[in-house]
């Protein structure tokens, strides 16, 4: 099958190559990979105990090849969501790929292409645990990096959930971040931004989602006495003023809810942003690109077009 694999244990770039497809135990789903979904942290999540070549990548969309005697709830011809992460066999760039039937695994609805459903997984997975994190109780966010996978999720999110969303991003893209339903748009790289938050809400916001590396410190300052504040990329800082400080819960399941993201996403209710979509071939430009960090929403690779 056709991969994009890590050649050797610390080879820095992957490299398209024929590979055998994994073979599966009796708890695997052998899954036939659609679209996969791009992210920075493709080239660098891997496993301890890789075996090399390795097919980098964590999510992916298709359609269930074979599944393993002990697999219930999927069969054969199923489509397909997941993240499918550290696994030693290889991960989500290939063809074919082995899933745990414990990975994180959703259907896709009969209308959804597998170009989106591949979008959705990490993300959504992400964002919804971000979400449960700040507890049900609706008020003011700021999300620094609103413009991103993450963020273009978490404003809709957070706003269909009744919270009042403040976000972050270049200047080019303020009016993009409305459209997605933030009430105000700073730009991060003017040094009055947070200045303007504290105008929109004096006293400081209820909670922040701090997503981009480096945006908790700043996030923090925007925050009320008392509030909260969850960091998506594991920024460490000290808490103050009685914040509670949080890195995004890895335990909590969101899998029923992100079914209904699907659901929600299939009916029109939730866009998925998506930049841009690139061959299988093209995936070395896809990785350039997710490391800007100037992506809009998601890259997302299609197999088969
Ligand atoms: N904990 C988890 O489970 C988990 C899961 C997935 C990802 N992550 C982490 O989440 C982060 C990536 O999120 P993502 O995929 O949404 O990123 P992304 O798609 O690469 O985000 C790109 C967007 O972020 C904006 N941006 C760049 N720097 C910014 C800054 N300093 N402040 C505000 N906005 C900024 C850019 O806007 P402009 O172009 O306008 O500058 C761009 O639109 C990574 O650190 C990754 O490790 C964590």
């Given at each position: 099958m056709k991969a994009f694999v890590l050649?050797?244990?610390?080879?820095e770039l992957p490299q398209l190559a024929e590979v055998a497809p994994p073979a599966t135990s009796a708890d695997e789903l052998l899954v036939r990979v659609k679209a996969v979904g791009v992210g920075i942290h493709d080239s660098y999540f891997?496993?301890?105990d890789a075996t090399y070549p390795y097919p980098i990548g964590i999510e992916a969309a298709g359609v269930v090849e074979t599944a393993g005697l002990?697999?219930?709830?999927h069969h054969p011809g199923d489509r397909v969501a997941f993240v499918s992460s550290m696994q030693p066999k290889g991960?989500?760039?290939?063809?074919f790929v082995a899933v745990r039937a414990d990975s994180l695994i959703v259907s896709v609805p009969e209308t959804m292409s597998f170009v989106e459903a591949a979008a959705l997984p990490v993300a959504g997975n992400t964002v919804l645990r971000a979400l449960r994190a700040l507890g049900p109780a609706a008020g003011s966010l700021f999300i620094a990096?609103?413009?991103g996978a993450i963020g273009t999720l978490a404003i809709q999110l957070a706003v269909r959930r009744g919270w009042r969303v403040a976000a972050s991003a270049s200047e080019g893209n303020r009016d993009y971040l409305r459209s997605l339903g933030a009430e105000l748009a700073v730009d991060?790289?003017?040094?009055c931004w947070a200045a303007q938050v504290l105008r929109w809400m004096p006293g400081g916001v209820d909670a922040a989602i701090?997503?981009?590396?480096?945006t908790s410190t700043g996030s923090l300052g925007v925050v009320r006495d008392g509030g909260g504040l969850i960091s998506i990329s594991g920024d460490r800082l000290e808490p103050e003023r009685g914040i509670v400080v949080q890195v995004?819960?890895?335990?909590?399941?969101?899998g029923d809810e992100l079914s209904r993201l699907m659901l929600d996403v299939a009916a029109g209710e939730v866009r998925v942003e998506i930049e841009q979509v690139l061959a299988f071939e093209d995936a070395g430009e896809a990785l350039a690109k997710v490391a800007t960090r100037h992506a809009r929403g998601k890259i997302v690779l299609q197999l088969d077009a």
């Open positions: 050649p050797y244990a610390g080879a891997l496993p301890g002990a697999v219930t709830a991960g989500t760039w290939a063809e990096g609103g413009s991060y790289r003017d040094p701090a997503v981009q590396p480096d995004v819960p890895h335990s909590a399941d969101v």
